[in-house]
């Protein structure tokens, strides 16, 4: 009788060892969660619903688990030539590295509370290292906890493993069930989590198998809808059909054809102009940006309550759009948006750095129409390329940290970076450089950082203090309080800049020019380091046009978005200050609504992070991953099942997703003649 040998891998003390090996790892990878889990708990309360969050986790471990075995069996199967013992050995190798990256990424969730994904790859080196500083040294207890974890893998894998009851035929079958389920991509066929808060949607996510995704989706995944008509009439609303009751989107008449995607003829209405008394020269005109200022905790009844006194009250003397969205989850995508109406390329319009097209920005149109420009920010402007974005739009002066001097005290920092100088600072130092305008009408452009990871400011201790009177004076109950706490630290930055805004105003309406300057504020993101609830909440902010100039206040609860601001301010100046304006752009935006009641008459794309574009909104209806939401009054979302608007939506986006790309293969956004016509 002839006995046939296998090869090391499917020999049976090899494969009852990998069994034993996969089992221990998968106790690991459930071990994890409850980890996270358990100090979830701590920091931020129960999930609730407590028990469908625990089994969405669990489940998504078993599509990690599944996507992972297939590789540690080929890892384990060759080295299974040199002995069992190295074989035994590389696999708990493996499993340490996986077990240090998922640990890491629970850090930064539990930190950020954001999904860390591809958006890694995308920054530079001077980025991740700057933002990594910032956030804070880690906690001697921290790395305790992570060393005694690292041991108790290493344990369970030498003392635990070789002790659990396995048979070669389960541990055969374990790699087959692994090639099936990638195959099949069955994950992709369970929906995504739908928690009614996005925090706890993250929290069931596995962090691990999370960042594999978006990673191989970035590096190797070149799929695209097939079949979609570039040069349909339905792209931004042309064509579409409404049903009853909705309002009719802004149509956008495409004239680049191939070479400029995006050109269209200027045409935005003025629709700021009946708010305003004319003054007898052209207005000063100053945007703030603020950091991390979300609709979720200032103005008219924001959910989580208000924590920007000053704000609130400016807003009545204002016009104030309360539905307002930013068009990135970070700060990368706020400059080119408010300024440029510009589309985002591939990781945001910064991101093209020398190859950013030439383009019409707020800045460059002003020039022509004899502004001067200026830029304020308290950090490194080169942080996502802002200071080559500036400049290539046509910025006069920019002033970031190195324009400070010395003998002004940075923002603390536990390890040595710091994001720069604080709001208060920043504001000090626009006085100090910033002149009054006298004959020359000026631009300027502030963006804060004191809202911004670690949330560390100077005088913290006031500020917190100052956080408990707030509530207080919110009337919180006692629970509200217990919910809130654990978001101190965030809150005492809104309120330092809260006042430091007020200390701003105060200041500058000492100045001659007050009278005729025009002062916007909104924020860049909503801070995602208090848990969100909806997946619009990320880009929920504010928008508020205060000035001396104003004949009325008005309070308006449509949709607009950064895209719209740059074609308004412009529209504005040209009808009532004869400012001359491009006869085409490539601006994504068609204006700023003024219509008081609710209602979204743009369709806009948005992108989260660098790396992912997902998100979309045409009228009443998001689209993000591919789920359908329908968009309440009070900006809520609900999951609807409608085929017919999910295909519109679909659609749409692809189609702007086809003519952003190809801003990456050399199509341009205005033609040179338009350029050389304007003197730019």
């Known amino acids: 009788m002839t006995i046939v040998k296998l090869p090391p891998p499917f020999a049976p003390d090899s494969l009852v060892q990998f069994g034993k090996l996969a089992t221990t790892w998968a106790i690991v990878i459930l071990l994890m969660t409850f980890v996270e889990l358990g100090y979830s708990a701590y920091e931020y309360g129960l999930a609730d619903p407590l028990w469908p969050v625990v089994g969405r986790a669990v489940l998504n471990d078993l599509f990690y688990f599944l996507k992972s075995t297939l590789f540690l069996f080929i890892a384990h199967s060759a080295f299974t030539f040199l002995s069992l013992r190295v074989a035994r050995s590389v696999f708990a190798g493996i499993v340490l590295l996986l077990v240090a990256m998922q640990l890491s990424l629970m850090k930064y969730f539990l930190t950020s509370l954001a999904l860390l994904g591809s958006d890694l790859f995308i920054y530079s080196l001077n980025d991740i290292i700057q933002t990594a500083g910032a956030a804070g040294a880690v906690s001697l207890l921290g790395v305790l906890g992570f060393l005694v974890f690292i041991g108790l893998v290493w344990a369970l894998f030498y003392y635990v493993s070789p002790r659990i009851p396995t048979h070669r035929w389960v541990a055969l079958a374990l790699p087959l069930l692994s090639v099936a389920f990638i195959w099949s991509e069955a994950e992709k066929m369970v929906e995504a989590p739908q928690f009614g808060n996005e925090y706890l949607n993250y929290l069931s996510y596995n962090k691990s198998l999370y960042f594999t995704n978006a990673s191989y989706t970035y590096f190797l995944d070149d799929s695209k809808d097939e079949g979609v008509d570039i040069y349909s009439d339905m792209y931004l609303g042309v064509g579409e059909t409404l049903s009853s009751g909705e309002s009719k989107l802004v149509t956008v008449n495409y004239i680049g054809a191939q070479e400029f995607p995006f050109l269209h003829r200027e045409e935005t209405p003025d629709v700021l102009g009946p708010y305003f008394k004319k003054s007898a020269s052209k207005p000063n005109i100053v945007i703030i940006v603020v950091e991390g200022l979300g609709r979720a905790f200032t103005g008219e009844d924001p959910y989580l309550g208000s924590f920007t006194p000053f704000l609130d009250s400016l807003s009545s003397k204002s016009l104030v759009w309360a539905n307002f969205l930013s068009e990135g989850g970070r700060t990368f995508a706020v400059l080119p948006s408010i300024l440029g109406s510009a589309p ?58 190195s324009s400070f001097g010395s003998g002004i005290p940075k923002m603390p920092s536990s390890n040595g970076f710091t994001w720069g100088y604080d709001d208060r600072e920043l504001f000090n130092h626009f006085f100090r450089t910033n002149s009054q305008a006298i004959g020359t009408p000026k631009l300027n452009i502030i963006l804060t950082v004191s809202m911004h990871s670690p949330f560390l ?224």
Do not use: C
């Not at 030439?358 to 200071?387: E, P």
């Not at 701003?504 to 848990?531: A, C, V, W």
């Not at 591919?626 to 939506?649: F, V």
């Open 457 to 680: 400011i100077n005088n913290q201790e006031v500020y917190m203090s100052k956080v408990e009177q707030r509530m207080t004076e919110l009337a919180f109950s006692e629970e509200q309080k217990e919910k809130t706490r654990p978001y101190k630290q965030m809150l005492s930055t809104i309120l330092f800049t809260d006042g430091a805004l007020r200390d701003f105003f105060r200041k500058y309406s000492q100045r001659t020019d007050f009278q005729n300057t025009i002062f916007l504020i909104t924020g860049d993101h909503r801070m995602p380091e208090i848990p969100m609830t909806t997946k619009i909440d990320r880009y929920h902010v504010p928008l508020i046009i205060y000035s001396p100039l104003l004949s009325r206040t008005a309070y308006f609860r449509s949709i607009s978005t950064h895209f719209d601001i740059t074609p308004s301010l412009v529209a504005f100046l040209s009808n009532n200050y004869a400012v001359s304006r491009p006869a085409v752009t490539s601006w994504l935006g068609t204006g700023i609504d003024t219509v008081r009641q609710f209602r979204n008459v743009h369709s806009y794309p948005f992108m989260v992070t660098k790396a992912e574009m997902v998100d979309y909104i045409m009228g009443n209806y998001m689209l993000s991953r591919n789920e359908l939401y329908d968009i309440s009054a009070n900006m809520d979302l609900s999951l609807i099942d409608d085929q017919s608007k999910r295909s519109s939506l679909q659609s749409t986006f692809e189609l702007f997703k086809q003519k952003n790309s190809r801003i990456l293969n050399g199509s341009r956004l205005v033609p040179d003649s338009a350029l050389v016509k304007f003197n730019l």
């Open 344 to 401: 985002f390329a591939k990781s945001g319009f910064n991101d093209l750095a020398d190859k950013i097209p030439a383009h019409f920005s707020l800045m460059n149109v002003l020039k022509k129409n004899g502004y001067s420009s200026s830029f304020y920010y308290g950090g490194n402007s080169s942080f996502d390329n802002m200071n080559v974005f500036l400049r290539k739009a046509g910025i006069g002066e920019i002033y970031d940290e």
